[in-house]
């Protein structure tokens, strides 16, 4: 059964860091795209950020640029979300995803999650004082 597990939410004061881990269970992400997606209290989910395959496509969503970076490591077969100058509004549930297929069609710079067909559960994090 292929599933993404998601690590490392939890609770930050604003203007805090947070590094979140993708894995994979039953298969190898190495050829998959991987994007990072979240969603608030009463808010629909909204693409953060996707790497290809390869890890030289990336792209981020507009509220999140210059604050989060993602990354994969190929030994470790994971996916990487580092996030910094956290704001309450980047409060949300977390959810990783994998996409087969050419990079530069899952990772667009829309990172549509609709291109993406393998979800993990989730990781809260939360932005408060």
């Known amino acids: 059964h292929s599933q993404l597990v998601e690590s490392g939410g939890g609770l930050v004061q604003p203007g805090g860091s947070l590094r979140l881990s993708c894995t994979a269970s039953?298969?190898?992400?190495?050829?998959?795209?991987i994007g990072w997606f979240r969603q608030g209290p009463g808010k629909e989910r909204e693409g953060v950020s996707c790497?290809?395959?390869?890890?030289?496509?990336?792209n981020y969503g507009d509220s999140v640029k210059g604050r989060f970076t993602i990354s994969r490591d190929s030994v470790n077969d994971a996916v990487y979300l580092e996030m910094s100058s956290l704001k309450p509004d980047d409060t949300a549930v977390y959810y990783c995803?994998?996409?087969?297929?050419?990079?530069?069609?899952?990772?667009?710079?829309?990172?549509?999650?609709?291109?993406?067909?393998?979800w993990g559960r989730g990781t809260q994090v939360t932005v408060s004082s």
């Open positions: 995803a994998a996409g087969w297929g050419p990079s530069s069609s899952i990772c667009t710079s829309a990172v549509d999650k609709d291109r993406f067909n393998i």
């Open positions: 039953g298969f190898t992400s190495d050829h998959y795209a």
């Open positions: 790497i290809g395959s390869g890890g030289t496509i990336t």
